[in-house]
């Protein structure tokens, strides 16, 4: 125990100079003194400074999707940290029957139970953009999937909150657990193995991963490399500009079409693990693709029983 505590404090030290001056330090150019034909809007973006505004805010919860880990060298005041894994089955490993899959509705509410994340609150999520796969993404689309209504996540992810001067700890706070009750899980945007297994023409299917995995590199112990059938390949990353915001949303609706995608299609979208492929859904639907489906078990699951290319 002491052993750790000395770590921690060194890792604590270590930072101190980089965080505890966030909201001192010169800020980058925020995206309100931007134009406004160059923000993304959408039901649940939300800007750096709307979550300013909620920090303290007892009917509002900012949950960290990037971990307790992450969260120790820094995250928003009064946080709580958690990571997907813990919020999909895990049974077994990677790629195995129903691993990643949202977890049925009597686990989910413990999860998110234990969490206090209960649906009378505002959640406000945090994940990396252009750093990170959107882990942030993935935690509002079961969220949605579970019947919650008011969530967001913030554009431009966690190095936006820093950048523009956000309040901040070391290491998350600690959960207050609640009641929550989940009725059923909302499959409407979700993507099973069986179904693109049955189904496959019917649907346009976009990859969201990097041109190394698109193009056959094993990088993440997937059971083989390649893409999916005929996959369109947009990366997730470019949705970003080089600020790790999100672009307009003319701009990334013309990056759609120009790719051979309609707001007509029935759009799959998968990536690893259903993180980067969650974000790349949410965004496409907060631009008028609306039957598009999020592929939760993504290559990890299709490596193991479907074909590539």
């Not at 600690?174 to 693109?196: F, N």
Request: charge should be negative.
């Amino acid at each position: 125990m002491r052993k750790r505590t000395k770590w921690l404090c060194s890792v604590l030290l270590v930072v101190t100079i980089g965080l505890t001056g966030c909201g001192q330090k010169q800020k980058t150019e925020s995206r309100a003194e931007k134009s406004d034909e160059n923000h993304f809007v959408g039901e649940w973006i939300v800007e750096p400074e709307y979550a300013i505004s909620k920090v303290g805010d007892e009917n509002t919860l900012f949950v960290d999707g990037r971990g307790e880990k992450k969260a120790i060298l820094g995250t928003v005041k009064g946080a709580i940290a958690t990571v997907w894994q813990d919020w999909s089955i895990t049974e077994g490993k990677q790629g195995d029957e129903k691993w990643g899959c949202i977890q049925e509705p009597e686990q989910l509410e413990e999860t998110l139970g234990n969490l206090g994340i209960t649906k009378d609150k505002e959640i406000i999520l945090i994940g990396e953009t252009l750093d990170g796969w959107g882990d942030d993404a993935r935690l509002l689309w079961e969220l949605r999937a579970a019947g919650y209504e008011d969530v967001k996540m913030v554009d431009g992810g966690w190095k936006a909150l820093k950048d523009s001067g956000i309040k901040t700890q070391f290491l998350a706070s600690k959960p207050e657990p609640a009641e929550v009750k989940i009725d059923e899980i909302d499959y409407s945007h979700v993507m099973t193995t069986e179904e693109l297994q049955k189904n496959y023409d019917e649907y346009k299917i976009v990859d969201v991963r990097t041109d190394e995995e698109y193009e056959g590199a094993i990088l993440y112990d997937e059971a083989k490399g390649g893409h999916l059938p005929g996959a369109i390949h947009i990366r997730y990353t470019d949705l970003f500009d080089d600020a790790g915001y999100l672009k307009s949303n003319e701009e990334l609706t013309k990056m759609f079409e120009d790719a051979g995608l309609s707001k007509d299609d029935e759009i799959v979208t998968y990536c690893t693990g259903g993180i980067r492929s969650a974000y790349t859904q949410l965004v496409m639907e907060m631009c008028g693709f609306e039957h598009t489906y999020n592929y939760d078990q993504s290559f990890w699951r299709w490596a193991v029983v479907g074909d590539v290319e």
